[in-house]
């Protein structure tokens, strides 16, 4: 069973920048569409970013479109989403997420496997 840990999160200014990292561990993820969701306190998972097994079908949110780049290295099995002028409301649980699907989806029931999770706090 494929196992995702995340890295990266913490605390932050506004306008700063992350890069959370999401590393599987049993096996390699290079045939899964990854995903990134974020979770803020008494709000639903929602979609942030995906990128398809092949790394050429890129998908943002509308909030993040234009600061949050998501990327993968396959040779590294990583998965990364590099977060540039976050603000106050980037504010929550960023979790990554693998699904067998062929495409990118935007629904968290869709993907299959789960990180733990890693809190990104923006303070204004």
């Known amino acids: 069973q494929v196992q995702l840990v995340e890295s990266g999160g913490g605390l932050v200014q506004a306008g700063g920048s992350l890069r959370l990292s999401c590393a599987p561990s049993?096996?390699?993820?290079?045939?899964?569409?990854m995903g990134w969701f974020r979770q803020a306190p008494g709000k639903e998972r929602d979609f942030v970013a995906g990128?398809?097994?092949?790394?050429?079908?890129?998908y943002y949110a509308d909030s993040v479109k234009g600061r949050f780049t998501i990327s993968r290295d396959n040779a590294e099995n990583t998965v990364y989403l590099q977060m540039n002028s976050l603000k106050p409301e980037d504010t929550a649980v960023y979790y990554c997420?693998?699904?067998?699907?062929?495409?990118?989806?935007?629904?968290?029931?869709?993907?299959?496997?789960w990180g733990q999770g890693t809190q990104v706090t923006v303070s204004s």
């Open positions: 997420a693998a699904t067998v699907q062929r495409t990118v989806q935007i629904t968290p029931g869709r993907y299959d496997y």
């Open positions: 990128i398809s097994a092949s790394g050429g079908s890129i």
């Open positions: 049993g096996r390699t993820f290079i045939n899964y569409v």
